[in-house]
């Protein structure tokens, strides 16, 4: 990693706190819209709904390899207009998934997918330190990731919703004009954004002899991977278990939402005072909530997404405290791993529930949840 750039100071405020939180919000929004409508992509595209489920793992796939480049790539360029691009980039896959007209291009589309969201999150992850007063970077920083909770609050359930009335072309056509605009908000209240430093790919991967930082990126490559291989078949999942049936699951799907946005904030302030131990408590929350959720009925979702939505603020706090002077060269290895633990999730989460049932998705989750409890007790803080 060079020395710094020319970069000045950047202030925006809570405006610019907000503009990058709904930027999160449109990506993990467009990241996660299979979730709601696995059923009628495969039916239109004749293909299982394990190998529907892979429209989320490609785009995971995709965005953990195009984080670790993203910040080298960048180089010198200003970061509101790379945030800029990176959701032009969003608008244009979600437009192609919305005219796909087989499995080929809808896996296309996802593509732009992942490369868009690893480039936003990239970018997005350590900017709370550039808007506002050290004081309020934590809040400011729970901010920018609620984006991803009240994305499961609004984006997933509305897509379902949208899915249903218009169908789930309808759904990815939203998004993409969603894109747009974020894309233009973004321009437009964002301040200046000179690149701190210069970023080399083997500055980022060096991170890893980081023992603290690699302790973090363990339980989240495993916490990630459970979770997905879980969430990711939630809907027929929820189908079958007490408490639950086709009606209901929109209105679940919102309760999981409210409480991962809940979540979100809970954890952010206990991560101020160890990002570590919350996180495994999280983990330990998840997994319980996973395995249990097909025995004792579907209310535990809501204990399921109040976990959840703490892990990713969690996570990065423990991040930038392991690598503080590398906030963004740590945030693009961070979501390398936690992208490719997505894609992992889905697709193993695919096989499981081809091979054994949706409710095999769930204990493997489950299972997954617990070994990311073992790494970080094991793992150093």
């Known amino acids: 990693m060079t020395g710094p750039l020319d970069a000045t100071p950047a202030r925006g405020g809570r405006a610019a706190v907000l503009a990058v939180a709904l930027a999160t919000f449109t990506v993990v929004t467009s990241e996660m819209l299979p979730v709601g409508l696995l059923t009628p992509i495969g039916g239109t595209l004749a293909v299982t709904e394990g190998t529907a489920g892979l429209t989320l793992a490609v785009t995971g796939l995709v965005a953990a390899l195009a984080a670790p480049l993203v910040a080298p790539g960048l180089r ?198 160890s990002a570590r131990a919350t996180l495994l408590v999280l983990s330990a929350v998840l997994a319980a909530a996973v395995l249990l959720l097909p025995s004792l009925g579907a209310a535990l979702l809501v204990v399921w997404g109040l976990a959840y939505g703490g892990v990713s603020v969690t996570a990065q706090s423990w991040v930038m405290a392991a690598a503080p002077g590398e906030r963004e060269a740590g945030s693009s290895l961070y979501a390398g791993v936690f992208n490719g633990a997505i894609a992992l999730g889905a697709l193993l989460g695919g096989r499981a529930a081809d091979n054994w049932g949706v409710r095999g998705a769930l204990w493997l989750g489950g299972g997954l949840a617990a070994v990311a409890v073992v790494a970080g007790l094991r793992g150093r803080g």
């Not at 004009?177 to 000179?194: E, I, K, T």
């Open 76 to 273: 010198g360029l200003d970061r509101r207009r790379a945030l800029v691009g990176l959701m032009g980039v969003l608008a244009v896959g979600n437009l192609l998934c919305a005219g796909a007209a087989g499995f080929a291009v809808m896996a296309a589309g996802r593509v732009l997918v992942g490369i868009g969201m690893g480039g936003v999150w990239t970018v997005a992850a350590g900017l709370a330190v550039r808007f506002v007063a050290p004081v309020a970077v934590p809040g400011a920083t729970a901010t920018i990731f609620s984006g991803i909770a009240v994305a499961s609050l609004l984006g997933v359930p509305a897509g379902a919703w949208l899915g249903e009335l218009a169908g789930w072309r309808a759904a990815f056509a939203a998004g993409a004009v969603l894109a747009a605009l974020v894309a233009v908000v973004l321009g437009a209240l964002l301040p200046p954004l000179p690149a701190e430093r210069a970023v080399r790919p083997g500055g980022v991967l060096r991170l890893w002899g980081n023992p603290a930082l690699r302790s973090a990126l363990l339980v989240v490559a495993f916490l990630v991977t459970g979770h997905f291989a879980a969430y990711t078949y939630v809907r027929p999942v929820l189908e079958q278990v007490p408490g639950a049936g086709p009606g209901p699951v929109g209105a679940l799907l919102l309760a999981y939402g409210v409480a991962g946005v809940a979540g979100n904030f809970v954890a952010g302030r206990a991560a101020g005072r």
